[in-house]
């Protein structure tokens, strides 16, 4: 079950005050594991405060194997040790678009750089994907691209499902990637050369922001 406190900085959301609290309660009938672990449910709110959010990736739902899920959209604790599926294929990329590898799993480095990672499902029972995906989680996802659309930042939709929330991003000058899941059942639909890491970091430099150092921190 998710801490109830919202945190600091993104305490202004109305998903705090007006469905947390429902989801709080179903969560609370739930027999099953969640993940991640309570303190790490809205960790990448807590590493990325929104005016330090310059790109924001869209994942879909927590991992839902023991000792997987950290809390950032992707990342998998360094200790982990077993198959990276989307991530490893997030490293493929990396070194195809930038020509030098990452093989550190942990992402926190991207989130404290700027990246949000926002899984669209904040928690997931055990060995159920999608299982929480129904519990109003969305409205948070919603909350935040609205909140973001304030001024120009690049938003990354890797799938069908980050894609569908693109409707909630607004205002002008944005960096919107949209292109195929790094999932290993969609990653050769277009995800592969899409190069998103140097598109990022041309879009930022070009407005005379830092880049965001993708590779081994």
């Known amino acids: 079950m998710p801490e109830s406190r919202a945190p600091a900085q ?24 969640i993940y991640p672990p309570a303190q790490q449910v809205f960790r990448a709110l807590e590493l990325c405060p929104p005016d330090k959010a310059r790109v924001v990736i869209l994942g879909q739902d927590p991992y839902h194997t023991p000792g997987k899920a950290d809390g950032l959209a992707f990342s998998i604790p360094q200790d982990f040790g077993g198959r990276l599926d989307s991530l490893g294929n997030i490293f493929k990329e990396i070194v195809a678009d930038l020509g030098a ?84 059942l969609s990653v050769h639909r277009g995800f592969f050369g899409s190069r998103p890491f140097s598109q990022i970091n041309a879009w ?14």
């Not at 304030?150 to 292109?179: C, E, M, Y």
């Not at 430099?205 to 081994?216: K, M």
């Open 10 to 33: 993104w305490s202004f959301l109305p998903f705090f005050q007006h469905d947390l609290p429902v989801i709080t309660a179903k969560l609370s009938q739930e027999v099953r594991t």
């Open 101 to 184: 590898p990452r093989s550190v799993t942990d992402l926190s480095d991207w989130a404290r750089q700027g990246v949000l990672l926002l899984n669209t499902a904040l928690t997931v029972p055990e060995g159920k994907a999608n299982g929480h995906a129904k519990l109003g989680w969305n409205h948070l996802t919603r909350d935040v691209l609205i909140a973001l659309s304030d001024h120009p930042r690049a938003f990354v939709l890797w799938g069908n499902h980050a894609q569908g929330f693109a409707k909630h991003i607004s205002g002008q000058n944005h960096l919107i990637l949209r292109t195929a899941h790094p999932s290993p």
């Open 204 to 217: 930022l430099t070009a407005r005379d922001e830092t880049p965001i150092h993708w590779t081994d921190p």
